[in-house]
């Protein structure tokens, strides 16, 4: 019973601090302006809401918060390998 609630609390410690890293990366590339700028600005006020929208039908289906937990995390770290890539 305590196992997953503990995993569950270490994933989102976890999802955390991988956000802080994409956060970073987003806040370089947004203060160097210009059209990749605004395309990153907009990519990701699109992904917050899909993804807001993702973890609600998730949940209204029946799944879990560790599966929530589990698909932001996938997302957080695909972008963390895109922005990192220049």
Known sequence: ????WLRLGFDTVRLGLEAQTVVALRLAKLSQGGAAAQ??????????????????????????????????????????HRLSRG
């Open 1 to 4: 019973m305590y196992d997953s």
């Open 39 to 80: 395309a990153e600005a907009q990519r990701m006020v699109t992904e917050k809401l899909e993804a807001a929208a993702e973890a609600a039908m998730t949940l209204a289906t029946g799944g879990t918060a560790e599966r929530v937990v589990r698909d932001y995390r996938r997302k957080v770290r695909a972008n963390a």
